[in-house]
């Protein structure tokens, strides 16, 4: 075993050890509504749940089985047949319904200053929709402050003080110098971030360099953490934008059509080979595209460590909706990478269910009608970002396990165990199995979910899914151990969810020192040259 594995199988233990330290004491309940932030709350009783969940199908990402599941201070204690308990243990029958982990969500943007605004959820009230909708742990994206990482980070920490639910940080590196470069580590071994976000587009803000992406990918392999990309080339969408101007274009569609798919597929052809270069594993973000995807296929066949997230917008939607006359519903669908040309989504839902994509995000980053209003004269002023954290479960169920395109385990696999893998916190969370975390959910493959503004717990006041209908719905939400979701009724509890810290080197560093030195026995070099003399 080298070194990054056996830290790797140290820090596993760790973190599977401190899976018996206690829940958070709060206790406040919640009544849902419109504006679910807003809600009244009070306290409830302080002696955490015991529930037995009977008689389901409990699915893992490797097995399924029918059996019961006990749940005592918010752990899971028992997956067997036949459990029997005694009094004061609330009992769920979920014959006929599977029993999964909780979705988690790699990739979403709450409480973010972003455009000239701030996105509309907030840690609150964007986790009230991801426990209606079945997720219960989500990774945000920190971003600095001033390109301070631990300004950056502290603000984070305090705008998720209502988190009612699990969350993670990653954190965005927007410049380079000595101090970031010191604050990534102390990120990593203190902070509990194991992942940077670069952007490659956002010119003018968030856009870095060729030359900040290698210095950041270096230290990240330093420090065992995994570099992400949104891969696409910011001067090139620059250019692009100013050619639309000229032509006119000033609308929403103006924005698909300043930043192709080949600007896309570029970007992560270049992340992926400097991440090849500096032997890096490497995770790009949002993959929107053919173009994006075939990269990374490529470099998967070739055996490169690169992971590819879809979001569910890139997954079910299509840029038609940009072309919409009004320019309200037109622009609710503008953000980055763009919503693609049909039969871009139909081939990302192919690649994963083939294995060369792996796990499903949102990107959830929603702005309401007045805020992406900012852009009625302008599409480069439209907020980019859409919703999608209450939404993602049962789009993915209905749109790749009811269309037969991946089965019932591959979709736990790609909704919630592969980012526990990949983010190092599995199989504390990703999994029913005894000592992981109680974060479950219960889904009636029979029932059917409908999608609308009218009855989402976002705070926005559209839904890019408005109308969409489809088969299976989570009937219950545990989180934490707790029932959050049951009879279409949220019960979330400000202040109830907890920071996770994700320790580095996850398995994608396994064999990367190995790697190191092979090649650098293959340089045959330097040459040692004998002194002529004259
Ligand atoms: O449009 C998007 N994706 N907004 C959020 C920021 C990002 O690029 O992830
Ligand atoms: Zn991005
Ligand atoms: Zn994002």
């Known amino acids: 075993m080298d070194s990054c594995r056996i830290t790797r199988v140290v820090l596993l233990i760790i973190t599977f050890l401190s899976l018996f330290v206690s829940l958070s004491e709060s206790n406040q309940f919640c009544d849902a509504g419109i ?44 997956v067997q047949k036949n459990i029997v308990v005694g009094d004061g243990v609330k009992i769920i029958d979920a014959t006929g319904k599977y029993v999964m982990p909780g979705g988690i969500d790699p990739h979403t943007h709450l409480a973010m200053e972003f455009m000239g605004t701030e996105t509309i959820d907030d840690f609150f009230s964007g986790q009230a929709a991801a426990l209606a909708g079945g997720t219960t742990m989500h990774i945000d994206f920190v971003i600095p402050v001033k390109g301070s990482l631990s300004a950056g980070f502290e603000a984070y920490v305090k705008k998720a003080e209502r988190a009612a639910m699990d969350y993670g940080f990653h954190m965005a590196i927007t410049k380079w110098d000595e101090t970031v470069s010191r604050e990534m580590e102390i990120m990593v071994k203190e902070k509990g971030i194991n992942s940077f976000k670069f952007f490659l587009a956002y010119k003018g803000s968030l856009m870095i360099s060729d030359e900040l992406l290698l210095e950041g990918f270096k230290k990240c392999k330093s420090l065992g953490a995994l570099p992400m990309v949104h891969a696409e080339n910011g001067d090139a969408v620059f250019e692009g934008q ?101 039969g871009h989504g139909k081939a990302l839902q192919a690649a994963l269910s083939t294995g060369v994509l792996q796990l499903v995000g949102t990107d959830h980053c929603t702005f309401n009608s007045t805020q992406k209003a900012l852009g009625i004269d302008d599409f480069r002023k439209i907020p980019n970002g859409v919703n999608g954290l209450e939404e993602r479960m049962h789009l993915v169920w209905d749109t790749m ?29 990703g999994a029913i199995l005894v000592g992981s975390d109680a974060d ?34 989570v009937e219950v939400t545990i989180a934490g151990g707790e029932i959050v979701w049951e009879n279409d009724e949220l019960k ?30 293959s340089l045959q070099a330097p040459v040692i040259r004998s002194v002529r003399t004259a």
């Open 440 to 473: 479950i959910i219960i889904l009636n493959p029979n029932s059917s979910f409908h999608i609308s503004s009218n009855s989402h717990h976002s705070r926005s006041d559209t839904n890019v899914y408005e109308g969409r209908k489809g088969k299976g719905k």
């Open 401 to 429: 396990v009811v269309s037969g395109q991946i089965s019932v385990t591959d979709f736990v696999r790609v909704t919630s165990t592969d980012c526990a893998r990949i983010f190092n916190i599995y199989p504390r969370k």
């Open 242 to 342: 100013k050619r639309m101007i000229e032509l006119g274009v000033t609308g929403p569609e103006g924005h698909a059509l300043s930043r192709p798919p080949a600007l896309e597929g570029e970007a992560t052809s270049r992340a992926i080979r400097l991440a090849g270069f500096v032997n890096t594993p490497l995770y790009v973000v949002h993959v929107m595209s053919i173009d994006a995807m075939e990269e990374i296929a490529k470099a998967r066949k070739s055996g490169q460590k690169v992971i590819g997230e879809p979001v569910v917008s890139g997954l079910v939607l299509n840029d038609t909706v940009l072309w919409d006359p009004d320019f309200q519903t037109a622009a609710k669908f503008v953000m980055s990478p763009p919503i693609r040309a049909p």
């Open 35 to 78: 504006g679910y932030g807003e809600s009244t709350c009070t306290v409830a009783s302080t002696s955490p749940s015991k529930i037995l969940i009977k008689g389901g199908t409990v699915v893992n990402a490797h097995y399924q089985e029918v059996a019961d599941v006990y749940i005592e201070d918010g752990v899971i204690v028992a």
């Open 492 to 521: 979330a509890v400000p202040g109830s969810g907890k920071y996770i810290k994700m320790p580095p080197f996850n398995y994608l560093y396994d064999g990367i020192e190995k790697a190191d030195a092979d090649y650098l026995s």
